[in-house]
């Protein structure tokens, strides 16, 4: 721990020295103890005080001050307290970063404040340290923001400005540290005060005198770009630095920007028309606004007869007396930008340990151009000899260089520098991809150094101007290593699950005769792959489609379907795509590549293959035209995915969303068959076979035929020729029926019921023409009927001619079958036959 004297503002029981000016009730000293740009060992600065009390051990004490750091170190002391060389440590207060500590009494202190204390260097911070026995409140810009707590700590050096140095042997109250902070008051303190006292100053300090309220006020921070540009590229280039072009607000703003152009007079232009504002009056003539924010603009420094130039000139330029005139926005001068303390720039693509690191801010001039200097102890500077852009520490070595294309340019966004020194394991010589931009890690960083949302990047839209957010949109991160012919690992060292999607998108052919059946289907299977990573992913419904080159670099599952007809099967389109954009990682503050990636972990991959194909398909046609077919379609996973691939038995589904009725089928029941396993699928479906038209074409027209040819039962006897033709019709038109139906029957040898009907239907026509031919035997047939000689009886003279026996009678047996057997067989048959068939089902 720093033993006093070390550089750093010191108060010590050392010397008695005289340093200050006096000061008014309302003015404060303001100790200056700028290193500048380098870190020269040999030039310590810090003040001294000789303390006329022993603060040591302290019971109420309040220490403010209000500090400037000049730039971040890894500690910066703002003060310490020593009594002796052993006790170094009674007070020792100092920032790393955005964490305040301190060491109260030799004791380490860690202020765990409730949020990060933004203390941004050149611009003022003030602190209150309130010390009461048992308590401790730190005060950082009047706002009470840590507790302490015990932490170890180390020591280094304070570049900056502190001014308002106070002790009080009492505690102030949180109203009175809100007053300091907010320049109401400016107390003194009854112990010390860097006001009054008797300050030593030790190197290169310079003491300033200002009013305290002044401190409170801060200027905005202007810098001028010395190169000349038109407007709109002065707006531009602001924007890239994350700064606004400079629009003064007020008379002292206007003086200030006159006086940061001072120094670049002759360099800005040779006319009085020295430096753009960021004010234009194009949209409405005489009606100036800022172009930053679009705004009106109230503070105007125009002097008559400016603006003179109508809807001619419409931008506006300071001239060296700080007054304003109107000029063509497309002439090319120097320009300003407005930087806020709260907004940087990073460097990225180097190798820093803590965020901060990476922070730059445009601060001072070096050879004549702004320089970029980190919070730490890096540098970029112009190299006016041989025009480049050099990287630089703060002890003068040159890291890396950049030659830019184009003299006017600033190293904003990425660039390829030169390594001049060995710096991040890269050898001087080689080259090193760096960037600068304002851009955090939600934005992605374009080329140019714009930035732009993650969401725009690869959306086959250009949003960087550069258009470099719609270049490199691969997917797919490879790490090294990476096997495609490896499966993935499953979690906790369990099989890899893959979650089957089966869909049944229509069937397009029952072909009965062959057995088989044509289904256009598709094969959805769902994986993760733990090793890959993944970038560029759409949140949307849609998902992110990989690309051939992308699939053929991974690991994809592969199956066979078992049951295929002939082993055809046409591949109709293969995607493989992500639908999710889970958990993205934002990138490391030191990548230059500022994608988000997501893991593969947890974000699905999923392969949809959609194929037609024919499968055989066992029909049973017993029950025929009115049978179920239960059909399948077999999966399965090769052998050599024992052990490492299973496919999921909870989550898997299985969906048919074709038309449910097809012209001979309907559809029906479509799951997982139950043998279906962790390395197997069989979906099943059920055809159930539409009997309605054969039963219009077959059984009724069946029916119809057996009433013909029973009603040829009932035709006069005497016309034999034509009762025989009729049934005889009967049985061939019957015939042909069968047999055009035969043909588009599955052949198949087991007896089938329609087998049956058939079978019937032909023996009771041909029982009935077999009855039609025996009972013509029994009667005496036309010819020998007509020819036999006919009686003559006198009746009254006249003669009359009668027929022996004009109508026969019929024989009881015929009587009896056309009337009871005949029709009672049918309707037997087809109570029999029907209820057999729905039994069968
Ligand atoms: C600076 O960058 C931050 C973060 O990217 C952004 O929110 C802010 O608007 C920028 N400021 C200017 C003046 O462009
Ligand atoms: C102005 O220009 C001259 C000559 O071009 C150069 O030597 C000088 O350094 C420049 N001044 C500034 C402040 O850039
Ligand atoms: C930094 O080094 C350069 C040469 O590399 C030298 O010309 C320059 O004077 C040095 N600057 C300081 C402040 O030491
Ligand atoms: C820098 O990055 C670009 C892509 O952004 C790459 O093509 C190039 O090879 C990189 N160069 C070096 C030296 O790493
Ligand atoms: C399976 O796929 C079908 C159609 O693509 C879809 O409607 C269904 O939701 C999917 N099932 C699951 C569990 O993802």
Known sequence: MPHCPLPAL???????????????????????????????????????????VDLNPVTHLTVCYRIRLEKFADYNIHLSYATSEKDANSLLLYNMATQMLAYVNNLQQTLVTTEPLEIYPETWNHFCHVLEPGAYTLYWQGKASASPRVHQGLSIVLHGDITQLNFWDRVLSAAEVEDLAACRINGRGNVFSLDTADVKMMGDVLLDIVRHNELCRSLPHYMLLPERRSVSASLVQCHLFNASMSVPGSIQDNDYLKQVLLPFMDNCSSTPWKLWLGVTDQAEEGVWVDMNVKKFVEFQNFVSPFPYGGSVENCAALFPDGTWGD???????????????????????????????????????????????????????????????????TANTTLASLSPSDLEEYPLGQKIWLVRDLLCGSHAGTSLNLSVSPCLGHHFMCRSGECIAHQHRCNMRYECSDGSDEDDCDIVNLPSGYRRHLTPPGTDSSSLIITPNITINRIMAVDERDMTVTIEFQVKLTWLDERLSFSHLESTNKGTVLSREDVKKIWTPLYRLSNLKGGHLQLLEETVRITTARHPKHPDFNNVKMDLVYPGGDNELIITQDYIASFTCPFEFYTYPFDIHVCTLNLCLPSTYENFVELSEEMRDVTFTGPQELTMFSVLNVHYGPDSGKYHLSVEFELHCHGSAIVLSLFIPSLFLLAISWSSLFVKWEAFSSRLMVSVSALLVFYTLRFTLIGSMPMTLAIKLIDIWFFFIISVLSVNIIIHIFIQEEFPNDEAFKKKPLFVRPAGGAVILTPESIQPSHPKFITIYRRIILPGLIVTFNIIFWLTLLLLR
């Open 10 to 52: 010191l108060l010590c029981f050392l010397t008695l020295s005289t340093g200050g000016e006096e000061v008014e009730e309302q003015e404060v000293r303001v100790y200056s103890l700028q290193r500048g740009v380098w870190t020269i060992p040999s030039t310590s600065v810090y003040l001294r005080y000789n303390f006329p």
């Open 327 to 393: 000029a063509k926005c497309s002439i090319k001068k120097c320009s300003s930008c407005e930087f806020k303390p709260s907004e940087f720039l990073r460097l990225r693509g180097l190798c820093f340990e803590e965020e901060q690191q990476t922070r730059f801010r445009v601060a001072d001039y070096v050879n004549g151009r702004p320089l970029l200097r980190g919070f730490y102890d890096l540098l970029i500077m112009w190299d006016n000899e041989n025009a480049q852009w050099l990287l630089r520490n």
